[in-house]
């Protein structure tokens, strides 16, 4: 059978989501090692969408196949009993072989946070990115409208990017101030390496006064990414949710978001 998991981590700890060498630590292989002891064999995970070191997820999606019988709850309670404090699985559920964690998400949404303030918080030291210098949201609210629906983003892709092509649809971006913090949400059909970061680096120069608000199409239309702004810090980053038709059945869970008080 097929079996779907949701997945929450903090990605302090963490170099990125997927298997590398032996003694580095990821979210792919501790998750694999706590599975194998409720399943009692060797799993392989796929998931929605790799995350890079420090890179948190709120609502990460994975699937595996197993021979194994056991009750839905098991997956998550036993799982979790053999998992570290900063990964945690929040659901289960079986889903039929046409499902794949990757290939059937229809869209992916990331928060960014930041934390604008002249002095660093340790309470936001490792949950969001430290910007001292004023940010103008008005600003970068305007320049971000450009950016939405579907265009060429090789300006905001990482030069090892392995996407076969840079074309992407941003279905939503909001921009909003709470307090101190400076919020971003953005939803696509699906993200190039990076985009994300990138994005925001535009944004908080254009924030800063240091760029115009016309830039963000300069950059666009320019499709270089030399041209373009910084790669915003990876702490910042959260994978908030992976939308899928509603045939597959996965539960709609309403999991904890960090947010700035107002």
Not at 121 to 149: K, N
Request: with cysteine; hydrophobic share 40%.
């Amino acid at each position: 059978m097929r079996i779907a998991l949701g997945v929450q981590y903090d990605g302090t700890g963490f170099r990125g989501w997927q298997t590398q060498s032996a003694g580095v630590r990821t979210v792919q292989a501790s998750l694999e090692r706590a599975l194998a002891r409720v399943a009692n064999h060797s799993v392989g995970l796929t998931c929605a969408g790799r995350t890079d070191a420090g890179v948190h997820a709120i609502a990460q999606v994975v699937h595996f196949d197993t021979q194994a019988s056991r009750p839905v709850r098991a997956w998550v309670r036993g799982s979790n009993a053999h998992l570290p404090p900063d990964l945690s699985l929040s659901w289960a559920c079986e889903v039929s072989e046409e499902f794949h964690a990757r290939f059937s998400a229809r869209a992916r949404r990331y928060r960014y946070l930041i934390y604008n303030h002249p002095q660093r918080s340790p309470l936001w030291h490792t949950r969001a990115t430290w910007y001292y210098r004023p940010l103008d949201v008005a600003r970068m609210y305007e320049a971000s409208r450009v950016l939405i629906g579907e265009h060429d983003f090789s300006a905001f892709r990482a030069a090892e990017c392995q996407a076969h092509h840079p074309i992407r649809k941003i279905q939503e971006l909001t921009i909003e101030r709470r307090g101190d913090g400076v919020l971003l949400e953005i939803e696509a059909n699906a993200f190039l390496h990076h985009m994300v970061r990138n994005i925001v680096g535009v944004l908080l120069a254009i924030g800063t006064g240091d760029r115009p608000v016309e830039w963000a199409m300069e950059v666009l239309k320019g499709r270089d990414r030399t041209r373009a702004g910084i790669t915003a810090p990876a702490e910042g980053l959260y994978l908030l949710a992976v939308r899928y038709p509603l045939q597959f059945g996965l539960p709609s869970v309403s999991a904890s978001n960090p947010v700035f008080s107002e």
